[in-house]
């Protein structure tokens, strides 16, 4: 069965650094790409970018170039978010989902990470 | 503003058939036949319900069906049930600039 399990959420201030996780089972994990989505409070989905952990080839939504970073540790079958310095409107619940590849909307997701982010 | 465009709401009762329409252009929808629909279900994940257009994967009932027809998918739901009450969002490639782009999602009212 396929599983991506995400870390738990996140109470963090304006400013501070952040990164979340995203640990894929039951599948080979090199052989597809793992991607991340942005889910603001009520509002829709956004798609910020996407990684393949067999050699971090990574693709970012223009959104989301330079605003985050994505990585993968292939060794331990688990992708990353990062933020370097939060804002307040970084406060959403963020989703990883498995993807076939960059041109295909996810198949498996995550159950997301709530990200807070207030002073 | 999303990319691909929903309407907001769709309603309909059991047993009948309702359509969604997602709209996009010569660059998305038009161009690629990588168009993919989603279901999520309050304060939970969203569930592929069709990939490549067309396609269900396993598990999904055959109630679910998608096309398209120029810059614009569609995906069908026949033969209402409560359950299928959710919010529904279709995603498209865009090139190898934008990549994938959602739709801003259709609340689904069973009757």
């Known amino acids: 069965e396929v599983q991506l399990v995400q870390s738990g959420a996140e109470v963090r201030k304006p400013g501070e650094s952040l990164k979340i996780s995203c640990k894929g089972s039951g599948y080979t994990f090199t052989s597809y790409w793992i991607g991340w989505v942005r889910q603001m409070p009520g509002k829709d989905l956004e798609w910020m970018g996407i990684?393949?952990?067999?050699?971090?080839?990574?693709r970012y939504s223009p959104s989301f170039q330079g605003q985050v970073t994505i990585s993968a540790d292939k060794s331990i079958s688990t992708a990353y978010l990062q933020w370097s310095s939060l804002k307040a409107s970084d406060s959403a619940i963020y989703y990883c989902?498995?993807?076939?590849?960059?041109?295909?909307?996810?198949?498996?997701w995550g159950p997301g990470t709530l990200v807070t982010v207030s002073s | 503003q999303s990319a691909l465009t929903q309407p907001r709401s769709v309603s309909g009762s059991p047993g009948q058939s309702v359509t969604i329409s997602c709209t996009g252009t010569s660059s998305d929808v038009g161009r690629y036949n990588y168009v993919s629909w989603y279901q999520q279900h309050p304060g939970k994940a969203p569930k592929l319900m069709i990939y490549?257009?067309?396609k269900r994967p396993s598990g999904v009932p055959d109630r679910f069906s998608g096309s398209k027809s120029g810059n614009t998918a569609s995906l069908t739901i026949s033969g209402l049930q409560a359950e299928d009450e959710a919010d529904y969002y279709c995603c498209s490639y865009a090139g190898s600039y934008t990549y994938v782009i959602f739709g801003g999602g259709t609340k689904l009212t069973v009757l």
């Open positions: 990684i393949y952990p067999t050699d971090s080839d990574t």
């Open positions: 490549d257009v067309s």
């Open positions: 989902a498995r993807s076939g590849g960059f041109t295909y909307g996810p198949d498996y």
